[in-house]
C-alpha cells in the first residue's frame, strides 16, 4: 500500500515566480497518522505551490506511484511496467519548461513530499474541441476524501478560465469508477465515449466535461 508520507525530496527552495500559499492543516485519514515519536503528514501544514523545471523528476516519481496503484488491476501488466519514471520524465520536464504559459501544474506537499498535483492546459486532442483539459489529477491514497482533489480542481477550473477556456473536460478510464463518482460529485457530465490512441495502452474512456467552466 502507497504511504501517503512519501520521502522528502532533495528539491531547491521555490524561486520568486513560484508563488507558495500554506493552508491550515486538515485531519486526512487514519492511515496519515504518525508512528511513535514522528511528526507526520496528517498534522503538517499543507502547501500548495506551482510546479517549476526543478520539480520534474519528483512529479514524474509520484505520477508512477499513484497511476500504477490505481490502474494496476485495470491496465495490462506490460503497460504498468513500461510507464516507468524513465518514461514520464521526459513528458514532465516538458510539461513544467515553461515553454507554453497556458500549462501549468500546481503541486500539494506536506513535509516537502508530493500528496497530490494537477496539471492543465491546452487540448491535447481533438475529442475536447474548445474546452482547456485537465490532464492529471493524482492524490495520495491516504489522502483521498480529505478534500485535495477538490482544491485542486478548483484550481485547475480557475487557471483554464484564465486562460480564456469556456470550460474543462479530462479522460478517465471506464472502469475507474471511484474516479468516475468523484468528478460526477464535483457536477462533471460524462459526456462521450472514446478510446485513448496508446501509445502502450488503448484504454477505453469517457470524456467529462464542466461547460460552462465552474466557478472554482
Known sequence: MLRCHLPRSLRPCPTPDQPVLVLAPYRATERCRPGPGRRGVAEAALTLRTAGPADAADAAAFHVRIWRETYAALAPADAVAALDEARRLPQWQEALSGADPRRGTLLAERDGAIVGLVSHGPPGSAVYGALGEVKHLYVCPSCRGSGLGRRLMAHAFRALAAA??????????RGNAGARAFYRALGGREARAFTDPGPLWKSDNILVVWEPMPAG
Open 164 to 173: 480564456g477556456y469556456p470550460g474543462a473536460g479530462l479522460a478517465v478510464v
